[in-house]
Nanobody, 124 residues
Framework: QVQLVESRGRLVQAGGSLRLSCAAS????????MGWFRQAPEKERVFVAA????????YYADSVKGRFTISRDNAKNTVYLQMNSLKPEDTAVYYC?????????????????WGQGTQVTVSS
């Protein structure tokens, strides 16, 4: 069993930056691929970014490429999402997820554990 606890969300202005964190429990955390998803109001949850267990392979949705960076610190059991050049359309509840597999996926059903979600609001 893996538990994921996300940092609090924030209200930021367009063009600003924000770093989210996701702290995980479990001795096997380093072998879990991790992902970030988001859900805007009245929209379905969509993929944002993923990273494999070793941290050397990442994947991003086209909407965030060049602006967001996913990283992990396995020694601290923590995954991060650095968000730069934020846009109002980035406003959503952000969820981190853990996959009991070393390889990432962009399908939410491939993930086994989920964080509680955190609200990120970008004002125009």
């Amino acid at each position: 069993q893996v538990q994921l606890v996300e940092s609090r969300g924030r209200l930021v202005q367009a063009g600003g930056s924000l770093r989210l964190s996701c702290a995980a429990s479990g001795r096997t955390f380093s072998r879990y691929a991790m992902g970030w998803f988001r859900q805007a109001p009245e929209k379905e949850r969509v993929f944002v970014a993923a990273i494999n267990w070793g941290g050397g392979d990442t994947y991003y949705a086209d909407s965030v490429k060049g602006r967001f960076t996913i990283s992990r610190d396995n020694a601290k059991n923590t995954v991060y999402l650095q968000m730069n050049s934020l846009k109002p359309e980035d406003t959503a509840v952000y969820y981190c997820a853990a996959r009991a597999n070393p390889y990432y996926s962009d399908y939410d059903h491939a993930y086994d554990y989920w964080g509680q979600g955190t609200q990120v609001t970008v004002s125009s």
